[in-house]
């Protein structure tokens, strides 16, 4: 009865499950995509989704959201959220509940308070260690040194940035695997759903958002094409709308694997070393995905079920 595709973090069956059996049980794409990234962000995938997680330069975890409707062109999404940890549940407030698609800071968690959701703190001993370490000057052991190759020039220790004019200390993604969840769901009727959740980019400069609750960069999805989710490095991407892109390829009659790679080689033609990742579905079902293999990192997993098996298809 349709189908589910996303990009996760983590090889976690369940999670995928979560969108899978929500389209079964005869919830619509929007309640499949929302379900399966707030499973995510409540298990805190990888660390890269959710709370405790990320935490910027000044200790803080703040989160970006996203979902888009396909059949209507509405989209909701959250930047910069703080205190929330249903990122993908007020993303959908906001394209549910508002004349507006995006809503940002401390403002968006007012109105997500407003809304009914619950201000906790997004602080856990896990971000308070990894703040802590780096104002040590410990670098994460996951750094990318190929793209980074001086890691002291990006980790601590810790000086305020703007004290240091230095506005373009390289950032890191989290590579271990990927991150961020970005779902498509896609059901029989041809509705299509997108969307995204995570906690960005560790050590951010506070306010930074990444792709990811940009529409067209870290999700897109029009039912009359299909539907795209994207990963990696957002400061990067979101300069490409990546996700736009690959939908309007697969209009134009590209097929999906296509569509990947070639809103993978734009990104490329400018940034070789990006880290970042597509996946693709068009209305009849059929996906594909795309990355950049960066020395060291040339696997993205992704998870796929359909009317076929409802077993997820793992593929890297
Ligand atoms: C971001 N794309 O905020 C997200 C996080 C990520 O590898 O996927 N990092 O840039």
């Not at 059929?286 to 593929?315: I, R, W």
Request: aromatic residues 6%; glycine residues 10%; hydrophobic residues 35%.
């Amino acid at each position: 009865s349709g189908i589910s595709v996303q990009l996760l973090p983590l090889l976690n069956r369940n999670i995928h499950c979560t969108a899978w059996s929500t389209l079964q049980s005869g919830g619509s794409v929007l309640d499949a995509v929302q379900m399966g990234c707030a499973r995510c962000e409540m298990e805190q995938c990888d660390g890269s989704v959710g709370y405790g997680g990320s935490p910027d330069e000044s200790g803080e975890t703040t989160l970006d959201a996203m979902i888009m409707n396909g059949d209507t062109m509405e989209a909701g999404a959250v930047a910069d959220l703080r205190r929330i940890k249903n990122a993908i549940g007020v993303a959908r407030a906001v394209m549910e509940h508002t004349d507006h698609t995006m809503l940002a800071g401390e403002s968006a968690s007012v109105f997500a308070e407003n809304m009914g959701f619950v201000a906790e703190d997004l602080t856990t001993n896990k971000s308070m260690n990894i703040f802590s370490e780096w104002l040590k000057g410990n670098c994460q052991p996951n750094y990318r040194k190929n793209v980074f190759p001086d890691p002291s020039k990006s980790c601590g220790p810790y000086k305020p940035r703007a004290a240091l004019k230095q506005h373009k200390r390289p950032q890191h993604a989290n590579t271990r695997s990927h991150d961020t969840i970005g779902m498509i769901a896609l059901d029989r009727d041809g509705h299509v759903a997108a969307g995204t959740s995570t906690n960005g980019m560790t050590h951010k400069v506070p306010g930074r958002v990444g792709d990811s609750p940009i529409i067209g960069a870290g999700a897109y999805a029009d039912s009359s094409a299909g539907g795209a989710a994207a990963t990696g490095d957002g400061d990067v991407m979101m300069r490409f709308l990546p996700s736009y892109l690959a939908v309007e390829l697969m209009r134009a009659g590209a097929d999906p694997s296509a569509a990947c790679k070639t809103a993978i080689s734009r990104i490329k033609r400018h940034y070789s070393e990006f880290f970042g990742a597509i996946i693709c579905a068009n209305t009849t079902g059929h996906y594909g995905a795309a990355c950049n293999k960066v020395a060291g990192f040339s696997q993205f997993h992704y998870m796929v079920s359909n009317s076929e098996s409802d077993t997820p298809l793992l593929k890297s």
